[in-house]
């Protein structure tokens, strides 16, 4: 149920469609699952795609559920973990998480105008 623009758009700005990807805090493959966050996924395998996106997009569906489909505060705890966004209320005041949220939502927009585009020829 989770919007394969916004899916892609995460992947994009999250590890730039690298399955290899490992972030400074120890965050892996293209949706950049944290290892606890995985496991408790279900994700043996965060370099294997299939598991990847699979968990993070569950992960996502979560967040967005959990914040009642409020797309800005899901990313941010996507980004920054939800006792930040308990924390602030919302977006928290972090350069990176705010530009995070800004990113993955502009090229969620992008993709749907090119997936929309492509789905009408």
Do not use: C, W
Not at 8 to 24: L, W
Not at 31 to 45: D, H, I, K, Y
Request: proline share 6%; glycine share 8%; hydrophobic share 40%.
């Amino acid at each position: 149920s989770v919007d394969p623009s916004l899916v892609r758009a995460v992947i994009h700005t999250e590890s730039a469609f690298n399955p290899r990807a490992v972030s400074p805090k120890g965050a892996r493959g293209l949706m950049q699952l944290m290892p606890q966050t995985a496991r408790l996924l279900g994700v043996m395998n965060s370099f294997d795609p299939l598991q990847n996106i699979s968990g993070g997009t569950r992960h996502l569906a979560l967040l967005i559920k959990r914040y009642d489909g409020n797309l800005r505060f899901a990313l941010a705890a996507y980004n920054a973990g939800e006792g930040a966004v308990e924390q602030y209320g919302g977006i928290p005041p972090y350069r990176e998480t705010q530009e995070y949220v800004r990113r993955v939502l502009a090229l969620m927009t992008r993709y749907r105008v090119r997936h929309s585009k492509v789905s009408s020829k």
